[in-house]
């Protein structure tokens, strides 16, 4: 059975950082790409950045370049999302979702992606 278990949420302040963790069971990481999604309330959910496993390249939505970071640890099968420089905009709840195979203008297509975590919360408020 598969699972994806997220970790490493809570609250921060702004400007702070949080590295959130995805660890999966019954799936490797090496052969599926993953995906980081959030959803803030009362918004869709959408995508901010994935780990294409095919090629090793790194996907960001615009509005966290340069600010966050995806990395796979493949011996630990973990991908981790280090997030600094948080502000309002980044709050809600984030989930990591694995896929076999997505391209790169398609990271963000959330139906191509099988298998997802439960979540985890972000919050950033002074």
């Known amino acids: 059975q598969v699972q994806l278990v997220e970790s490493g949420g809570g609250l921060v302040q702004p400007g702070g950082s949080l590295t959130l963790s995805c660890v999966a069971s019954g799936l490797n990481f090496e052969s599926f790409s993953v995906g980081w999604f959030r959803q803030a309330p009362g918004k869709e959910r959408e995508g901010v950045s994935c780990?294409?496993?095919?090629?090793?390249?790194?996907y960001y939505a615009d509005s966290v370049k340069g600010r966050f970071t995806i990395s796979r640890d493949t011996a630990k099968n973990t991908v981790t999302l280090q997030m600094n420089d948080l502000d309002a905009g980044d709050a809600g709840v984030y989930y990591c979702?694995?896929?076999?195979?997505?391209?790169?203008?398609?990271?963000?297509?959330?139906?191509?992606?099988?298998?997802w975590g439960q979540g985890t919360r972000v919050a950033v408020s002074s």
């Open positions: 979702a694995a896929a076999q195979y997505v391209q790169m203008g398609f990271w963000t297509h959330q139906e191509r992606y099988t298998y």
């Open positions: 780990f294409n496993s095919y090629n090793g390249n790194r």
